[in-house]
């Protein structure tokens, strides 16, 4: 069975600190996929990053980072020099190709004060 | 409009009442979804859409009933709801590239804050 565990359920930090979300996955499946999503205090979750699982490389997006770790079944999201309008709810969420769904993680609340 | 919409985007009813949601897709998607997003659980999968036929039904209760009249809108009917139906209520779409596997990316709306009395 498939499971997102996102450990953390709250942090706070201030302006320009850097912080790293933690996300740790479960699957039997040789092949899925792992997605990170925002959700701002508007509700909608925002799409941030999709990644397969024979894709081990990290990936930068301006201020964003993703380690994605298969030996230890890890899918971290770093935010370098944070700021305020990075305060959200991030979820980490896992796609198997046997069971078709996305299963996610708890979220993460993340505020970064000025 | 570009994305994906859903009106309204909050809603007040009491237990006796019947109302829809609605959500509209303008990504030319194939593949539509409805999930529940409470306050002390993670995202729930209710239903999925695949080329307007349901492929999935999360043991849902019959309180809630999906409709998808076409690839682009999914409504779900809501009537005799319950105190704990109270949610946050997101839509999402995605391209299915083929018979029964779906893993590409679902697009959500900005939801349904939904309060029941």
């Known amino acids: 069975a498939q499971k997102v565990t996102q450990a953390q359920t709250e942090i706070s930090v201030v302006e320009k600190e850097d912080v790293t979300l933690d996300c740790v996955y479960e699957?039997?499946?040789?092949?899925?996929?792992l997605f990170w999503y925002k959700q701002p205090p508007s509700g909608e979750l925002v799409f941030l990053i999709r990644?397969?699982?024979?894709?081990?490389q990290n990936e930068i997006s301006g201020r964003y980072s993703w380690n994605f770790q298969k030996s230890t079944s890890s899918f971290n999201f770093t935010i370098t020099a944070s700021q305020v309008v990075d305060s959200a709810v991030y979820f980490c969420?896992?796609?198997?190709?046997?069971?078709?769904?996305?299963?996610f993680g708890q979220g993460t609340r993340l505020t970064i004060n000025p | 409009e570009t994305g994906v919409t859903q009106t309204p985007r909050h809603l007040v009813m009491g237990m006796t009442n019947k109302k829809s949601l609605k959500c509209e897709q303008h990504?030319?998607?194939?593949?539509m979804y409805w999930y529940k997003q409470s306050a002390k659980k993670p995202l729930e999968l209710m239903f999925v859409?695949?080329?307007?036929?349901?492929?999935e039904n999360n043991s849902v209760p019959s309180r809630f009933s999906p409709e998808c009249p076409n690839s682009s809108h999914l409504f779900l009917h809501l009537h005799t709801l319950q105190p704990e139906d109270s949610a946050l209520y997101l839509c999402?779409?995605?391209?299915?590239?083929?018979?029964?596997?779906?893993?590409?990316?679902?697009?959500f709306g900005p939801g349904t804050r939904l309060t029941v009395l």
């Open positions: 999402a779409s995605s391209q299915e590239r083929a018979s029964g596997v779906n893993t590409d990316t679902q697009y």
């Open positions: 699957t039997r499946d040789t092949t899925y996929y």
């Open positions: 990644r397969n699982s024979f894709d081990e």
């Open positions: 969420a896992l796609s198997e190709i046997s069971a078709q769904k996305l299963v």
């Open positions: 990504l030319g998607h194939n593949a």
């Open positions: 859409y695949s080329l307007e036929e349901r492929v």
